[in-house]
């Protein structure tokens, strides 16, 4: 929808992308590009910052390790690990993301890291998993897409992981040495933005790890027609973008997403992503002239329910 974006009002912005550049550092837009506007320091004191500690290991009490030990080693046997010391407990608290897991760490007989699990601590739900004891014999075989997606079938079933519904993408990874089978995650018809779960498997079949990525989801009232997320759209980009990128500016695309809040374009927001996923209205940019020099794609997150802009992202 060029025309959208061709006719809005512009206003001037260099004093704003200065200001933007210095409270950033590695600005997302710079010096005359003047693409994005300013906003205040962040000031939500019970999120994370950028520069403080983004993860706290702390210790569980015996009684909370014991029942989480004899999960483990049922999951680790599923793996193919068997012989399994006495592993190390601990609550994990991901401050930037919002999450906390118990965290599992088996050794061999000199003291190394092998294995690692995560559990949500409020429902034992499996959310990672991993070998770390590399042998060469991991990267011999021929194992295709096909194979590859039948272990990592049969890995969910023996590790109790929920079988996601809809085919799984296959793909090669470090040189053909592995591959990650993943089934994005898709909520009544609209992609989840960054979660779902995959698997990986070395090349000659055996496992190398598991990730789960299932975040909260807001309760949405309404939800915004594709009209009415144009119309907010129009009404905001004068916002958002600078004369000269606003001329420059392509609507590619204009779809339905579950996205994390961010500060891409209100600094005065945590520097995390938000913890609860909203429904948004997904604008794609693309930029010509001047502007594509410099930017490569801008995207903007309608709030689907309410119209208000809850970031995007700047690929420069």
Avoid at 117 to 123: K, S, W
Wanted: charged share 25%.
């Amino acid at each position: 929808m060029p025309g959208v974006l061709r006719t809005a009002a512009p206003r001037p912005l260099l004093a704003a992308v200065l200001f933007t550049a210095a409270l950033l550092g590695a600005a997302l837009l710079v010096g005359t590009l003047s693409l994005v506007r300013p906003a205040s320091l962040a000031a939500d004191l019970d999120r994370f910052d950028a520069g403080e500690r983004a993860t706290e290991r702390r210790a569980v009490s015996a009684e909370v390790a014991g029942p989480l030990v004899g999960r483990a080693r049922a999951l680790w046997r599923a793996i193919g690990l068997a012989a399994i010391g006495e592993p190390e407990v601990a609550l994990v608290v991901d401050r930037f993301h919002g999450r906390s897991f118990h965290e599992l760490t088996a050794h061999d007989a000199q003291g190394r890291p092998i294995a690692l699990l995560r559990l949500d601590p409020a429902t034992g739900a499996l959310a990672s998993a991993v070998r770390l004891d590399f042998r060469e014999r991991l990267l011999s075989g021929s194992t295709d897409a096909a194979a590859a997606t039948a272990v990592a079938r049969r890995t969910l079933a023996a590790l109790g992981v929920r079988q996601p519904e809809g085919a799984p993408a296959a793909r090669a990874a470090m040189n053909g040495a592995l591959w990650v089978v993943s089934w994005p995650r898709v909520v009544g018809g609209v992609p989840v933005d960054r979660d779902g779960t995959t698997v990986r498997i070395w090349r000659s079949g055996g496992f190398h790890s598991l990730t789960v990525s299932e975040r909260p989801l807001a309760a949405m009232a309404r939800r915004l027609s594709v009209e009415e997320a144009r119309r907010r759209l129009e009404a905001l980009l004068p916002g958002l973008l600078a004369s000269g990128a606003l001329a420059d500016a392509r609507l590619e695309r204009l779809d339905l997403r579950w996205v994390a809040p961010n500060d891409t374009f209100a600094a005065e927001r945590a520097d995390a992503p938000g913890m609860v996923l909203r429904l948004a209205w997904v604008a794609e940019f693309r930029f010509t002239g001047e502007t594509g020099e410099r930017v490569r794609a801008l995207a903007a997150w309608i709030d689907a329910e309410d119209g208000s802009l809850l970031g995007g992202d700047v690929i420069r």
